[in-house]
Structure formats: C-alpha cells, structure tokens
C-alpha cells in the first residue's frame, strides 16, 4: 500500500520558533507538495517541488521555506512561527506525469502556535 | 482570485436520499477535475475524476457531471450513507501543470 508519511500528527510551538515538518513518500513519485488546510479557504499551496533540490512557491510561499535533499523526502520550514501559521498541514506526492488519482495526502499535521 | 470555488461550506441530507455537491471554476485552462473526501484528522483521499473530454464519470454510487460551457461540476452520491459525512474537496488541474487547485470544501453531513 502506497503512503505518505507526516512525522508528527500534533505540534505545539511557541511564537518565534523555528519548525521543521517533515513528510515521507515511498511511491518514488517526482512531485511533492505541502498544503495547509484553513476553515474557509480550503487547501492552499504553500510550496511544491517536482524533483530533488528543486522548489517551487505555491500561492501562500511567505514564512515558509522548504527542503527535498532525496526524492523520498520533503521538508516544510517556519522560520520563525507566528500564531496565524496555527493550521492544518499536508503533505502530498504525485507521478510527474499526473495519473487518474492526482495526489496521495499524507495525514497531516495540526501545528498550534502558541 | 480563487479559481475553483466550491460556494457551499455545508449540506446536510437525509440517508439514503441524493447529495448533490456543487463546484464551479474560472480557468478555461483547466482540463482534469477531482473530487477527494477528507475525514477529520486524516488526509484527503480520492474519491472519482473527470476529464474534460467528457460529461459524465461514473462510480459505483458516484458520478461526476461536468458542464464546460458552464464551467461547473457537480458530484451527486446516491443513495448517501452515514459514512459519507466528511468534508469534500473539488479540485483541478490544467494541461501539463503538476500542480491541483482546491476550492473551499463542502462540509456534507448524513442525518439517519
């Protein structure tokens, strides 16, 4: 069975910190993407990257950076986490080509900035 | 500028009745649409998809029907069960992009 793997499924930080979310695919999928989940808004593309070392910003990029070091993994950075950063995290992989089943979540991660 | 809108937070329908869950988008680029189902606490995973060379996806007790001049599509579940209480995403992907566009999610509850 394919998965994605969200390390941590609730964090509590403190305001200022810097928080490293990290997600795992074992389905040798090119693309992966970290999304948050806000009441209203729906799922919104923080970053996403289509290979190793590479990224690209989604449409919410600001307070956030990211890492792909090996194809497996793909890491989310708060630099310095504020309160309005409190949100549903998700990760996500696909083929590079996409197939019928678009993308595989991961579980997700409920971060609190306290 | 929120290019797939999903207009209802909420809808709440009898068992065994139809749910109708409604999407409409903006970008005439678009080619590809899903549908995901998200329980609390867990990913979004895939429910049905639509290609825009057609009107109609059909599976099991869901269909997808897709209106392109109209640029909307709509998910209708019959008959609904409890189990299909979750949260829906409409999402969409145009021609050659890697990337999904999510609208809002329709909260769906199924009252016994």
């Known amino acids: 069975d394919v998965k994605v793997t969200q390390s941590s499924r609730y964090l509590v930080k403190r305001t200022g910190e810097k928080v490293f979310l990290e997600c795992v695919q074992d389905?040798?999928?090119?693309?992966m993407f970290w999304y948050r989940q806000d009441p209203g808004l729906g799922l919104r593309l923080i970053y996403f990257s289509y290979d190793v070392k590479m990224k690209e910003k989604g449409d919410i990029p600001e307070g956030y950076s990211v890492s792909r070091e090996k194809k497996e993994r793909f890491s989310l950075i708060l630099e310095s986490a504020s309160t309005n950063q409190t949100s549903m995290y998700l990760c996500?992989?696909?083929?590079?080509?996409?197939?019928?089943?678009?993308?595989?979540f991961g579980s997700g991660t409920r971060l609190t900035v306290v | 500028d929120q290019q797939v809108k999903q207009n209802s937070p909420s809808l709440s329908v009898q068992e065994g009745r139809i749910s109708i869950l409604n999407c409409d988008y903006t970008n005439s680029m678009f080619d590809y649409f899903l549908w995901y189902k998200k329980y609390p606490a867990e990913g979004p995973t895939f429910l049905i998809s639509?290609?825009?060379?057609?009107d109609k996806n059909e599976d099991g007790r869901f269909t997808v029907f897709l209106n392109k001049s109209a640029k909307h599509l709509s998910l209708h579940i019959v008959p609904s069960q409890p189990g299909d209480s979750a949260v829906y995403f409409c999402?969409?992907?145009?021609?050659?992009?890697?990337?999904?566009?999510f609208g809002q999610g329709t909260r769906l509850t199924i009252n016994p």
């Open positions: 996500a992989s696909s083929l590079l080509n996409r197939n019928n089943y678009g993308y595989t």
């Open positions: 999402a969409a992907s145009a021609a050659g992009a890697q990337k999904l566009v």
């Open positions: 639509i290609s825009s060379i057609k």
């Open positions: 389905m040798d999928h090119e693309n």
